[in-house]
């Protein structure tokens, strides 16, 4: 009789489920850097911009995946 080998669960990243959210599409959904501090110095214009969250290039998606096996909750 052949034994049964167990598959080992694959660990989510938690550093990259709380940073990204996964749409209804697949894509990953991203916040824009550098709104937290020091926005002084930025124009209102970067600033507004800054407001929108942004999509992870196809490239970065496909490296982020293996990250985060099970998608992100």
Known sequence: MAKK???LKLKT???ASKR???TKSG???KR???RQHILG????????QL???????????????????????
């Open 51 to 73: 407001r929108h969250s942004g999509y992870i290039s196809a490239t970065d998606a496909k490296r982020i995946r293996k990250v985060l096996p099970y998608g992100t909750n």
């Open 5 to 7: 080998v167990k598959k």
């Open 20 to 22: 990204l959210r996964m």
């Open 41 to 48: 110095k930025k124009t209102r214009k970067h600033k507004r």
């Open 32 to 34: 824009n850097a550098g």
């Open 13 to 15: 990243k938690k550093a």
């Open 27 to 29: 894509l990953l959904k």
